[in-house]
């Protein structure tokens, strides 16, 4: 692991230590102190600098939690030194880094991941069945929101030279949830992003996207606001209602909520650990691949798209 960021320590590895493929071998920090700490609690040998780690011939993987602007950089050298990586959202800043960073890793044979925990969620597996079972008729459209509480002065989603901003860290999961939903094949068709001036930095925003046979996805998040992370999908005969979408804990038992014709049935599904899921479903990318997923790439377009479209109409309305 590079670095000892919370994500990591809070849910990585402890699912990390629970997993029976995977073990840590070494945490390479800034912070020798830090390392230790975080080795005392899993394992594993605290070593000063990322360069030590992707230098040691008994690391096959590395978990990358920097913050994002460092990502690109460090994920490139991981593979440049032969490691599969998985690598926290968002992969990288721009689609351009993100599409050297995939093509790295597809020369070299290793596995590439941007770690969106949410997609290896058996609830939304049993949403997209729903759907594929015409439980709401035609898919016309999809809104999804995540939005987190304000962050403490210095946190580095609040620094841009980090690639803070709400857009990179709390706005990819609509994005992503919106490809999983409607498929790979969208656009966007406009976007805002609220700038908080003094910062630098988008506090919070919305993006429409276009998908294949005129459906949509009206996309919101901010990362100064009440905590909510849902996503509905409504059909031209009933509509579907995920509570609780991108962040459940391990113990939470999802309930869909599925209305038709004014009749609302819920569906209470068994609780899954989405955490362990991701880690397991990296394992087995490793030993018998694909070795990068597609939507990777597809994400970084989105994001991309979505900021330029801010852009443009933000310079239009001055």
Not at 73 to 83: D, F, L, P, T
Not at 204 to 212: A, F, I, N, T
Request: hydrophobic share 45%.
């Amino acid at each position: 692991m590079l670095g000892c960021a919370d994500i990591a320590v809070r849910r990585v590895l402890p699912a990390v230590a629970a997993s029976p493929s995977l073990a840590l071998v070494a945490v390479g920090s800034r912070d020798p102190d830090r390392g230790r700490a975080v080795t005392g609690r899993f394992g594993g040998e605290a070593v000063e600098g990322y360069d030590a780690v992707l230098e040691r011939s008994d690391v096959d993987a590395v978990y990358v939690p920097l913050p994002a602007a460092l990502h690109h950089e460090w994920v490139c050298r991981a593979i440049r030194a032969g490691k599969h990586v998985l690598a926290e959202k968002p992969l990288t800043t721009t689609l351009a880094e993100t599409e050297e960073a995939v093509a790295l890793a597809r020369d070299a044979g290793l596995v590439l991941r941007e770690n969106f925990m949410f997609v290896h969620h058996s609830q939304h597996r049993h949403v997209r069945a729903l759907i594929a079972d015409g439980a709401v008729g035609r898919v016309r459209a999809v809104t999804a929101r995540f939005a987190v509480p304000p962050r403490p002065p210095g946190d580095i989603r609040l620094q841009r030279h980090l690639g803070g901003g709400a857009l990179n860290d709390v706005g990819v999961y609509p994005l992503r949830a919106a490809q999983l939903l409607l498929g790979p094949e969208l656009t966007v068709r406009t976007a805002e992003l609220d700038v908080d001036e003094r910062l630098g930095v988008d506090l919070g925003g919305r993006v429409l996207v276009q998908g294949p046979d005129d459906m949509s996805a009206h996309l919101t998040f901010g990362m100064a606001h009440d905590y909510t992370s849902r996503y509905e999908v409504d059909g031209d005969l009933g509509r579907i209602r995920l509570d609780h979408a991108f962040t459940p804990a391990a113990t939470h038992r999802p309930t869909v909520h599925v209305e038709r014709q004014g009749t609302v049935r819920e569906v209470v599904l068994p609780a899954d650990d989405q955490c362990s899921n991701t880690l397991a479903a990296f394992a087995r990318a490793v030993r018998r691949g694909p070795l990068v997923d597609d939507s990777i790439v597809t994400q970084a377009g989105l994001v991309e798209a979505g900021r330029q479209a801010a852009h443009d109409r933000a310079q239009a309305l001055r």
